[in-house]
């Protein structure tokens, strides 16, 4: 948890993320009733498309 950040490291250190994340500050808001899905015009079109990005990534997965 405390070590420092090396050379190769990509984010920093726990530490740093706490002391860093400690400084956030947001704005409180009523939350929202409905669905996710109620979010999207054509629920099947973006299920399609999540779909077919998932499908490739599992084809190239399985032939690299």
């Known amino acids: 948890m405390n070590r420092p950040t090396t050379e ?4 920093p ?8 994340a400690g400084r956030i500050v947001s ?4 939350p ?3 669905n996710v899905w109620d ?5 099947e079109a ?3 498309e999540m779909n077919k990005v998932l499908e490739k ?3 190239e997965a399985r032939t690299s």
């Open 8 to 11: 190769d490291d990509t984010h």
């Open 13 to 20: 250190p726990p530490s740093d993320r706490f002391r860093l």
């Open 27 to 30: 704005k409180s808001g009523s």
């Open 32 to 34: 929202v009733d409905g």
């Open 39 to 43: 979010l999207f015009v054509d629920r």
């Open 46 to 48: 973006m299920t399609q």
């Open 57 to 59: 990534r599992a084809f």
